[in-house]
């Protein structure tokens, strides 16, 4: 009996030590995002690729749709659509709202799939959402990977982001 206990108590000391090093390898490269955008400047209101949103939380900066290629547009409707995206900033590494030198910063590429709901009447947006996995990046976002998830939220006008960056 005491043997057994022996053997449980090293066991899940070892499973213990795994977990916390692989958390801390993982917490290292790898960083939760999270933060709020909004168009600040639309240019033609019939081409998202000339809007110009800001971006503000982990990331800081500016964000812009580089192509977007019609899915589905339904007479109820719905919209999907696909394209590419750019963002330059920086991560705000230490939390403090301001682009530093210690924080990285760069260009992050991204692919995106994109389905919304608008009101088949007045074409007011209902909801929307998309996903953004980065395919590459500059600068302190070279080597970067990851994925954000983004909501938009019709009353306020302004796009949510969550998500997870990986620096290289």
């Not at 933060?35 to 600040?40: C, N, S």
């Not at 110009?52 to 964000?63: A, E, K, N, P, R």
Request: aromatic letters at 10%; a negative charge; hydrophobic letters at 40%.
């Amino acid at each position: 009996m005491r043997r057994t206990r022996a053997i449980l108590a090293v066991s899940t000391a070892l499973v213990v030590i795994a977990a916390a090093t692989l958390a801390s390898a993982a917490s290292a490269g790898t960083r939760q995002t999270s933060g709020v955008m909004a168009v600040v400047d639309v240019g033609d209101p019939f081409d998202v690729t000339d809007d110009v949103t800001q971006v503000w939380g982990d990331l800081i900066g500016f964000w812009w749709t580089t192509s977007f290629d019609l899915g589905v547009a339904t007479r109820s409707g719905v919209v999907t659509g696909s394209g590419t995206e750019r963002f330059d900033g920086c991560l705000d590494a230490n939390g403090n709202g301001t682009c530093d030198r210690a924080d990285p910063s760069g260009s992050l590429y991204l692919t995106f799939t994109y389905a919304a709901k608008f009101d088949p009447t007045t074409f007011a947006l209902l909801h929307g959402r998309c996903h953004h996995p980065i395919t590459r990046g500059t600068g302190g976002f070279a080597g970067a990977t990851g994925v954000f998830q983004m909501r938009d939220d019709p009353e306020t006008g302004c796009t949510y982001y969550r998500g997870h960056l990986t620096l290289g």
